[in-house]
């Protein structure tokens, strides 16, 4: 026998109540369409855009970028969820992604993703981002990011930093505060 | 004496060399465009005429350029098979997409030269009658970003891009479009879909080639950002001249990314072929050696998708000496680091990445990191690739936690066969069963070892739990 599910599915979206464009934003969304001969070429810019703006992408977000493309929700949704870089809820103010891969992984990169998270008070053997309670930093692994010659390397937003020492990470750190 | 030959990164690391066009102008820049725009039909001896872009494409050809993001496929060639008369305009995309582990050649272009990749993509997009083209960068690099977006409007400024380019009838507009960490927008299909606002599911070819169905299935090219700079010297020094860098079939220069265990890791440029693996490691112009104390154990030569090298592997390669062909017994570190040797010796040059592990490497590990990601990347659209992928990172992953077992190194290596061979939309499938295959036949007793030992480990463990209970049973 069937049985019927009466509870909705939950959202996975997690909903910005206060969320508008300012007219700033817009005016540079519209230009960046404007690159394209199909409209919907443009989603990813789009979301680039908003995401530096409010630093992830809600439910909000996501549905103002599929109306302003003239598209359904589900098609900046399925990017959204298939391209790492863009977030689903908010991240700390200083977003540092340390490079996993082998040449970082050979010049000691864990080591290093241990000395930041016990400096953070976060769990190096989590899978996937944490952010700190205060919002101040958040941390994850990412993969490559073809700065292999200068290994190990790692991003703060969208800062490059190359030869990362335990001082160097301190001091990176110190800089963020 | 082996040493560097500097033609794509000439500049680069001149000091008071900066990225802005000034700096460019002054060294010559754009002067090629000015060359190719003003290229006077050439007549034929059989009476046809022979239009500029027509002979620019006839030059490239004649350079025997190949590709430089890791196919290694003939660029003249590729340009050939362009649909021309289908009526439907004709794209450029620019692969700026870098991400095959190992590889940081594109970074360096684009932070430090970057009119070098404008103005070679300008006379590729001439050549091709292209008037909207792209630069796909990825979304880890947004300061090189800013900068191409920087160089774009210097060069509309001075009128050599935007409409009637230097007076020559000839628009043309470039963008910049940014990825968001998906390896898999290097490959050319997947990189078209995800220009079009989609996931970057790459494309089933046929029908899909992008020379006849590409971005809005329209004629599109697809060249990596060094293949391009290299179009600008190309059409400077002329396609034979060009040719003569390097060795035959894998002429000019390459733009070689070293990392790892090596004392001075970093990019070099070198003529294709001119240098040997080993060079490139050991030579004070180099790598400059392991770190002191350290042994060689293996070398993985073009990017983490290349097949693995063990250090003393001897090699058949077919030679040319005297005009005859010979077979020849090539240590692994005496390889010429081009693309036909690399292929002859079962790997690939790739994207021209040389991963160096040292005897403190435990092997285990390091095929446990690539497999992560590429079970990472795996796009999920074709089934061997998106479970294989996942399933030989889950069995290296339990092995390098103390789980593992004596067969995993049959598993994995049954795994990894049953992924490539036309299995797979893209050639994903085959980056990422290569490594697997490689690392585990040429290293098989430390894959065995290690599963063993854990076996033991925990067969250990289980018999002095069970003593004391079989000790109470019996009181």
Redesign the interface.
Known sequence: MLTTVNEPIPNPLQSQPDFAIPPDLEAEIDELIT????R??????V??AIQERFGWLSQEAIEWTARK?ELQPI?IY??VT?????RQHPMGRYQI?VC????C???GAHGLYRHFCEKLGLDPSKHGPQTTKDGRFSIEF??????????PVL?VN???HENVTAEKADQILEDCR | MPSEYRLILKHADEPGYTPDIDCYLRHGGYETLKKALSLPPKELPDGRTMSGPEQIREEVKISGLRGRGGAGFSCGLKWSFVDRKSGKPIYLICNADESEPGTFKDRQIIHKDPHQLLEGMIIACYANDVHLAYIYIRGEMPQGAKLLNKALQEARERNVLGKNILGSGYDLEIYVHRGAGAYICGEETGLIESLEGKRAYPRIKPPYFPAVLGLYMCPTIVNNVETLCNIKHIVAMGGAEFARLGTPRNTGTRVVSLSGHVKRPGYYEIEVGKVTIGELIYDPAFGGGLPDGRKLKAVIPGGSSAKVFKAGEKFKLKRQVEGKEVEQEVDMLDLPYDFDSLIQAGSMSGSSAIIVLDDSTDIVEALANISEFYAHESCGQCTPCREGSLWMAKALHRLTHGEGRAQDADYLIRIADNIPGGRTICAFGEACSWPVQSFVAKFKDEFIAKGAADEERRAKAAAQKAEPAAAATTS
């Open positions: 690159h394209y001969p199909v919907r070429s443009a989603s990813m810019m979301l680039h493309l098609n399925e990017l298939f391209y790492p870089m863009f992604k996993r891969t082998l040449s992984a050979l010049r990412v993969e490559c990011l073809a700065a292999c010659g200068t290994a991003m969208d800062d490059l």
